[in-house]
């Protein structure tokens, strides 16, 4: 078969995923209102399960209210959120050996809550907004480690079979992480090693009441493409600290709608206009593998071939790969791959379907266009 390593099972710590294609976290504005699980919810992943991915791993899942996008965000910051989890991961379960993570998020320095307030590690404006954020007291910062926490043990009661810390595209996590948006004295500011201290807490806390066969995986802004932000040389550091710390998978992502004020298509998804704008975080992956003893790797950004991705598999650069907007075009990409069609995903990497977000369920407008016209 000419994708035997596309859909060769593959270890995420102990969890074995059946192929190697990961649904990358995507917020689809399809929770009911508060971030309860509905019917429309249960389709959408129903339909990921069927096309055939190894590992989906949920939307951004607030573990606060105050740290939501909205009230359709998916949550599970109350155990009256918990029932629907349960529906999901039973209904995932159901198809195939599917395996589902869930991704779990506070906005942080670039939320906008009528109700709550703006809160990051240090008071540094977000240039979209204008908000300038309430920096968050050592006590305070202590509490929403716990909040990360209870939701990780939340998400484990519920049957999933891993949790993502969402440290990217500018939310809570990253902003901790990055010396652009951390400037603190305390023991969670400073070096490196300080700025990732919260990752280690979190990890540290869920790991101590989970069972160790459930992993605790993280997507972590490898780069922030801003000046005084996350350099390619800090973004390895990380890599290193999050591996030492134990993280089963790594998925290295970054950029942030700020970004763009200072780098041109740093977004972390990107448009590609041609073959080598493709794999976009791919160099990136190379220079840390070798680094990651106990890590699966996961490859996101720009991955729309299907004999390049079995290509990067088979080189051994990365363990899994990791797919966003071709599969809001095509749920079942996976599947017509394993068919042989091995087209490259129709998605055009337009970001139309960023468009669709703010109004309602997220949707891709190209290939709805080209269904009108046919
Ligand atoms: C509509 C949309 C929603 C997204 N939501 C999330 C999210 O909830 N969490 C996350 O980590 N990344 C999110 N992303 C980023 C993707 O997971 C991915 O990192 C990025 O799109 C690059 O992958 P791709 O080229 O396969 O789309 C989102 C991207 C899009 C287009």
Redesign the pocket.
């Known amino acids: 078969m000419e994708l035997s390593n596309l859909f060769s099972s593959g270890n995420i710590g102990s969890v074995q995923i059946k192929n190697r294609i990961v649904r990358?976290?995507?917020?689809?504005h399809m929770a009911e209102k508060y971030g309860y699980i509905g019917e429309s919810f249960l389709k959408m992943y129903e339909e990921l399960a069927q096309g055939g991915t190894g590992l989906i791993i949920t939307?951004?899942t607030a573990v606060d209210p105050g740290g939501t996008g909205g009230p359709y965000q998916l949550c599970l910051y109350e155990d009256s959120h918990m029932s629907g989890h349960k529906k999901l991961v039973n209904l995932i379960h159901e198809y195939d050996n599917t395996k589902i993570a869930i991704?779990i998020?506070h906005s942080g320095r670039l939320g906008d809550h009528p109700k709550y307030p703006t809160i990051a590690p240090s008071p540094v404006p977000y240039k979209e907004t204008g908000i300038t954020p309430k920096e968050l007291t050592s006590k305070e910062v202590e509490q929403y480690i716990e909040k990360f926490v209870n939701t990780g043990l939340r998400a484990y009661e519920c049957g999933y079979d891993m949790v993502q810390l969402?440290a990217?595209?500018g939310y809570l996590l990253n902003n901790f992480i990055s010396p652009y948006t951390n400037i603190r004295n305390d023991e969670y500011g400073g070096s490196t090693q300080n700025r990732v201290k919260i990752l280690k807490d979190i990890y540290n806390k869920i790991r101590d009441e989970v069972d160790k066969n459930f992993p605790i995986i993280i997507?972590f802004q490898s780069q922030d493409f801003i000046p005084n932000g996350i350099t390619e040389g800090e973004g390895i550091e990380i890599a290193k600290i999050l591996s030492d710390i134990g993280f089963e998978a790594i998925e290295p992502?970054g950029g942030t709608r700020e970004s763009l004020y200072f780098t041109k298509n740093s977004l972390?998804?990107?448009s590609?206009k041609k073959e080598e704008d493709e794999n976009y975080f791919l160099p990136f992956a190379k220079k840390i593998k070798p680094f990651l003893t106990n890590s699966a790797l996961i490859l996101?950004?720009?991955?729309?071939n299907p004999l390049t991705a079995e290509k990067i598999l088979q080189e051994g650069y990365v363990d899994f790969i990791?797919?966003?907007?071709?599969?809001?075009y095509e749920p079942d990409l996976p599947n017509r791959w394993r068919n042989g069609d091995l087209s490259p995903a129709k998605?055009i990497?337009c970001?139309s379907?960023?468009v669709t977000?703010d109004k309602g369920p997220?949707y891709c407008v190209t290939k709805q266009n080209l269904e009108k016209r046919n």
């Open positions: 990358s976290a995507t917020f689809s939307e951004a991704q998020q969402h990217a595209h997507k992502s972390p998804s990107r590609i996101v950004g720009g991955i729309r990791s797919l966003c907007r071709p599969l809001i998605c990497s970001n379907c960023f977000m997220i």
